[in-house]
């Protein structure tokens, strides 16, 4: 082998992940299904977990027929006993637990996908003044406290092990306020990015730098990964407005986010935790 041709394949093999195992929560998501599909891809065996248990099984499934080893598991993570459940399956599965993708999250939707929630997605009309409590508190048990559960559980077998890697979702609403002028367009009623998920998003930057101080010299490092807007069948008004705030002139496709996934699951980010890996075609650097 050349120099050459040694120099490509070690770097190519930073991002390789044989013999890990990864679970990701929300792993049916839009997001969630292409993190497990990009782990797996990377040699990852990976647990799919999700609240929704047939979707969970759809994705594992097109997993296992692509000759990648995946597992379907059904998980609340605001639940501890289902969280420790979910854990659990992937040691039964696959004997140990190396990454941890937290990407379950309630997240407000304005595309087509998202009419017809019932969780704290329903209140887009609510203005902050009559924002409900119930579903404030709904967003916090899911979108921070179930992923101090997850992160809690996973980190068990990773400290017996001697190492492990914690991936957090965030998002640029976690960074800087909504411009609420993006959910307001004419002939409907007024529509708001909730107040929840800038707090939770926010929350998760805050958790993820407590836990990588907190496991300093454990080999475990956590990072946070903050996407923006990804397009998922919007309606033509609205990516007009988004794209204008992007530098880039566009909303992200779904599998934008992959290689700054793998990049911080794999070996290629050795030399980095308590960070805000932010891929967000330049929205936050106006």
Known sequence: MSELDQAVTE?????????????????????GAEFCRTLAAAGAAVLVA??????AQVVAQSLTQ?????????????????????????LSAF????????????????????????????WLSSAFEDYP??????????????????????????LQQGGGVIINLSSIYGLA???QRLYQWPGQPARYKPVYYSVTKAGVLGLTQYLATYYAGKNIRVNALTPGGVFN????????????????????????MNGALLFLASDASAYMTGSNLVVDG?????
């Open 133 to 158: 409590l119930e579903a404030w508190q709904q967003a916090i048990n899911v979108n921070l406290t179930g992923m101090f559960l997850a992160s809690q559980v996973a980190v068990q077998p990773m």
């Open 66 to 90: 692509a000759g990648w080893a995946a597992q379907a598991a059904q998980v609340d993570v605001t639940a501890p006993e289902s969280v420790r459940a979910m854990t659990g399956a992937a």
């Open 233 to 256: 069948g919007h309606d033509e008004a609205f990516v007009q407005a988004y794209s204008a705030r992007a530098v880039l002139g566009r909303m992200a496709e779904k599998d934008e």
């Open 50 to 55: 999700d609240l929704d248990t047939n979707a």
């Open 11 to 31: 770097l190519a093999n930073l991002f390789r992940l044989d013999g890990r195992v990864a679970v990701v929560t929300g792993g049916a998501g839009l997001l």
């Open 95 to 122: 004997g140990r637990l190396d990454i941890l993708v937290n990407s379950a999250a309630l997240d407000p939707k304005f595309d087509p996908q998202g009419s017809g929630q019932t969780d704290a997605s329903a």
């Open 177 to 179: 306020g909504p411009d």
């Open 282 to 286: 330049g929205w936050t650097a106006w």
